[in-house]
């Protein structure tokens, strides 16, 4: 293994040309009178929403500032570090504490998320107000392809490598030879892929997860099972009202109201919420050219995953509206979505066949649950992944937690190291 | 002039203006310089850099005005029916006898996709009839615009937007609005298929032949043939393993504008370059690849400048949106009349004979090397012939 490059600083900074041209994209692109049809001003049922969409909009003409932007990016230290070998240069941030012994923490974002998800959480995580609470030395890196990051333009990448370069960049190029990791979405499978490396696991002391994602064996069984019905049982009367008061009683039996709640949006997502799953898994270059240098393109179809993901009573739209002008001012879009073909079959493997990635070492894991996330593990199922010591179910919070309840994101945090980083 | 309750008006296409604003969007937009996945330029990724790039270019220098031109040269109308704009190209042969005939598009066609079958229609033309005889075969040809596409408005509920609504509208359109009363033929790929089936099924005593290319009935796959004891022809065979391929990593879009149309919708409405690569895709698709194909980029660039020009995208994929789940279980229509099909080889959805004698009176089914999933533009002369046959054998008025 070469020796890894030491990091180079990167002060953030968009170039005015671009920043112009972005915000002349926002303004001329034309938006409908009316939507299509009269319900879909009212509702989220056919997607995005006209009204909401126009409302960002506005948002961003009137309040974004380049300089703001950037200013609130450049708080933290940004770097590049060069990993030859993988042809990646990788971006990442770097906030240390002011603590010597403070817990180096891996945050680890997803699509259409960013290194930016977490910029509420980096302050309290690296300077607690508390003398008394732990806190870390926080390592933020971008996914290859998101944002800072390069593209290492390779026909074959996936997240396992991914979480090779992140385990390389913890232990050789910082140096943390024991660290923590924090994970969604796309981040979690590669945190659950960490720690179920029998190479990578002893390193992480502790990881957090903010979903699990994993459809038990049980549901497929069920499926299967269901299946076989004949039709013509269904046809019955009551028969639909029979199974639904069944299901219902039985799930109300072994699941807690949060956990019900979690399974019914798991099952809406199945069912008209992965439409861009299947786009971006099949046909990803098609949607990430058409959409690359489309601002308002950007802001409606990510746009779409906020705004269903989130606490709508928390979710604040500057958030939605840096992050888009983010992945826009990198022209970073249509590698963003190549993760979903490239490493297609490995999360399909860590969705289905959870067992085969069950936790190597003795890794603390910790597990919150956020209302508006997309599906809640019932803690059985999460209980599978390894030596789970925390369950925790918050009253309010999305698929972007650090986002949306940056409070309970901290304290999960804090209250998972204090009782289980040392050893 | 009115055909009892409706009005008829004539239709020019006019979009010429909204062209500069199409051209300077188009030159301005960036696309990204190289292919992400070396060695990736295939389809299997979506569209293709260089695919993209170089209908990119070429609707640059596009002469919009000539295609418009060309498209004016037929005549258009519009027509309100049940509060919706219904715009059709209607050209009559001006021969007696002459069978009348509606053709539908489906998405992302339109009603120029089957313009070049139009001329051919109307001429007088002789087929040889199973006994020998000969017969002068010609057609009067009604080319509409689905509800919600290019000149037809959206209609203002969600089930005006349902297949039986638009089958309904066009029988409306054709016995009433243009007084085709003794009996009409029916033809149509894509969604204009599916509604053309039910067109078919729901009005048997005005429905008396249709040929068509696609059905509103699941498909079936090759392990279903095996079972069905059945052998196929080549086409056949060919049909169905391209079929499987695509059902695996081609139903993407399909999923997002079932069930998000409007975030696709609003995310590519002002938005010329993502309408090009999203739509150029399923023309590259579904489209014969072997270059002998009549379908040309010229061809693309005029139907995707359809949707933007007239702002119709976001309202295109509503039909998915409102027809969720347009197969059914396979049943035998209750309309007797004459079926025909036409298995264009490229095409992205394939039905065996077999099959598809199970759904009415199949009395032509022909396996075509050339064309895809628009035959009007891909085979016109393969079309032509096709209905032609099948229509000039098997078609008569209602008695």
Not at chain 1, 3 to 27: G, H, N, Y
Not at chain 1, 72 to 91: G, I, Q, S, T
Request: hydrophobic content about 40%.
């Amino acid at each position: 293994m070469p020796p890894a490059s030491p990091p180079r600083l990167l002060r953030i900074s968009f170039a005015q040309a671009d920043v112009e041209r972005m915000m002349t994209l926002v303004e001329n692109t034309m938006l409908p009178e009316e939507p299509p049809f009269p319900e879909a001003s009212s509702t989220w049922t056919s997607g995005m929403n006209l009204p909401w969409l126009k409302t960002v909009r506005e948002q961003w003409l009137r309040e974004f500032s380049v300089d703001e932007f950037e200013r609130k990016l450049n708080l933290w230290p940004h770097y590049m570090a060069l990993f030859d070998d993988e042809n990646v240069d990788l971006h990442f941030v770097h906030a240390k504490s002011s603590k010597p012994d403070a817990i180096p923490l891996l945050l680890l974002h997803g699509w259409p998320g960013s290194s930016h998800d977490f910029h509420k959480v980096v302050e309290p995580l690296t300077n607690p107000s508390n003398p008394t609470a732990p806190s870390f030395h926080v390592v933020v890196p971008s996914i290859p392809g998101y944002a800072f990051s390069t593209w290492p333009h390779r026909p074959s990448f996936t997240i396992v490598d991914i979480s090779n370069l992140y385990h390389r960049l913890m232990a050789e190029t910082l140096g943390y030879n024991n660290y923590a990791v924090q994970g969604g979405d796309w981040g979690s499978l590669i945190a659950r892929i960490m720690v179920s490396s029998p190479k990578i696991a002893p390193h992480v002391r502790i990881a957090h997860l903010n979903i699990y994602s994993v459809v038990p064996t049980s549901a497929q069984v069920i499926q299967a099972l269901q299946a076989l019905v004949p039709s013509f049982l269904s046809c019955i009367p009551g028969y639909t009202t029979l199974v639904n008061l069944l299901s219902s009683t039985l799930n109300s039996l072994l699941f807690t109201p949060a956990e019900q709640r979690g399974i019914a949006s798991a099952v809406a997502y199945g069912r008209t919420g992965n439409g861009y799953f299947h786009l971006q898994s099949t046909k990803p270059l098609t949607i990430g050219y058409a959409l690359v240098d489309s601002p308002v393109g950007l802001l409606a179809y990510m746009g779409d995953k906020f705004y269903d993901w989130s606490d709508p009573a928390h979710l604040d739209t500057r958030d939605l509206i840096e992050t888009v002008a983010l992945y826009y001012l990198t022209r970073s879009f249509h590698t963003s979505v190549l993760a979903y073909q490239l490493s297609h079959e490995v999360a399909m493997s860590l969705v289905f066949q959870p067992g085969q990635w069950t936790a190597a070492a003795g890794t603390a894991i910790g597990y919150s649950s956020y209302p508006y996330e997309i599906g809640i593990a019932p803690r059985m199922l999460v209980r599978g992944m390894g030596r789970v010591v925390m369950y925790k179910e918050h009253s309010y919070g999305g698929h972007f937690a650090a986002l949306d309840n940056p409070t309970a994101f901290v304290k999960d945090l804090r209250e998972l190291a204090a009782g289980h980083w040392a050893q | 002039m009115a055909s009892g309750k409706y009005t008829i008006k004539p239709f020019k296409v006019d979009l010429s203006a909204e062209v500069p604003r199409l051209k300077a969007q188009l030159a301005a937009t960036q696309l990204p310089t190289h292919n992400p996945i070396p060695g990736g330029e295939d389809e299997k990724w979506g569209i293709t850099l260089a695919q993209l790039t170089k209908l990119r270019d070429e609707w640059l220098v596009y002469d919009w005005g000539a295609e418009q031109e060309r498209i004016n040269s037929y005549k258009h109308f519009t027509t309100e029916i049940d509060g919706t704009t219904i715009h059709f190209v209607h050209e009559k042969s001006g021969i007696d006898g002459a069978i009348p005939l509606i053709i539908t598009h489906g998405w992302p066609g339109s009603f120029d996709e089957y313009l070049p079958v139009v001329r051919p229609l109307l001429q007088s033309a002789e087929i040889t009839l199973p006994d020998g005889r000969k017969k002068k075969v010609s057609f009067d040809v009604v080319i509409p615009s689905l509800p919600g596409f290019v000149f037809s408005s959206a209609p203002p509920t969600v089930e005006g937007r349902s297949l039986k609504s638009t089958a309904k509208l066009w029988n409306t359109l054709m016995a009433e609005v243009l007084g085709y009363s003794n009996g009409y033929a029916i033809a149509g790929s894509d969604w204009g298929a599916l509604i053309s089936w039910h067109l078919f099924d729901l009005f048997p005593e005005n429905v008396r032949g249709a040929y068509l290319t696609m059905f509103p009935f699941a498909p079936i796959d090759s392990a279903q043939v095996a079972k069905d004891n059945q052998t196929l022809s080549e086409i056949e065979r060919f049909g169905l393993d391209k079929m499987a391929e695509r059902g695996a990593s081609g139903m993407g879009y399909f999923a997002e504008q079932s069930t998000k149309p409007d975030t696709i919708g609003l995310a590519l409405q002002d938005n010329a370059i993502g309408q090009l690569a999203w739509i150029g895709e399923k023309f590259y698709g579904a489209s014969d690849p072997t270059g002998n194909g009549e379908l040309t980029t010229k061809d693309i660039l005029t139907g995707v400048s359809l949707y933007f020009l007239t702002k119709s995208f976001l309202s295109s994929v509503f039909q998915y949106a409102h027809n969720p789940s347009p197969f059914e279980a396979p049943r035998k229509s209750d309309n007797s009349a004459p079926l025909g099909y036409g298995n264009f080889k490229w095409d992205a959805i394939h039905w065996p004979r077999y099959y598809v004698s199970q759904f009415a009176n199949l009395v032509f089914y022909r396996d075509h090397e050339k064309g895809g999933h628009f035959p009007g533009s891909d085979n016109p002369a393969g079309f032509v012939d096709d209905v032609r046959e099948f229509l000039g054998v098997h078609f008569a008025f209602r008695p």
